[in-house]
């Protein structure tokens, strides 16, 4: 069984930096995108950027352009997510998601036939 753990949230102020990471075991990573959702309470979970199986593609929410970059080392089964001038509304747990449609082109209308999921991390913005 595919397991994905995320590390990396915590509490910052606005303006300020995180990267997450996402380390995958137990499936072949190689053979799916992969993204990052968001959810805050009451909210329902949000796309927020994809790539693809092989890093040559990557999309993003219009509200993260510019400011979130996704990347992946498909050596070290491990997706990132840098995240930088962070604000309040940014405030979310963020999950992790291997998606077998391998581009990740789909990704964001894809967010209840996701393959695997991870459990979350808690990314929260002060003002």
């Known amino acids: 069984q595919a397991q994905l753990v995320e590390s990396g949230g915590g509490l910052v102020q606005a303006g300020g930096s995180l990267r997450l990471s996402c380390a995958a075991s137990?499936?072949?990573?190689?053979?799916?995108?992969m993204g990052w959702f968001r959810q805050a309470p009451g909210k329902e979970r949000e796309f927020v950027a994809s790539?693809?199986?092989?890093?040559?593609?990557?999309y993003y929410a219009d509200s993260v352009k510019g400011r979130f970059t996704i990347s992946r080392e498909n050596a070290k089964n491990t997706v990132y997510l840098q995240m930088i001038s962070l604000k309040p509304e940014d405030t979310a747990v963020y999950y992790c998601a291997a998606d077998g449609e391998v581009t990740g082109r789909f990704m964001r209308v894809r967010t209840n036939v996701i393959d695997y999921w991870g459990q979350g991390t808690q990314v929260t913005v002060s003002s």
């Open positions: 137990g499936c072949a990573f190689s053979r799916h995108s």
């Open positions: 790539i693809s199986w092989n890093g040559g593609s990557t």
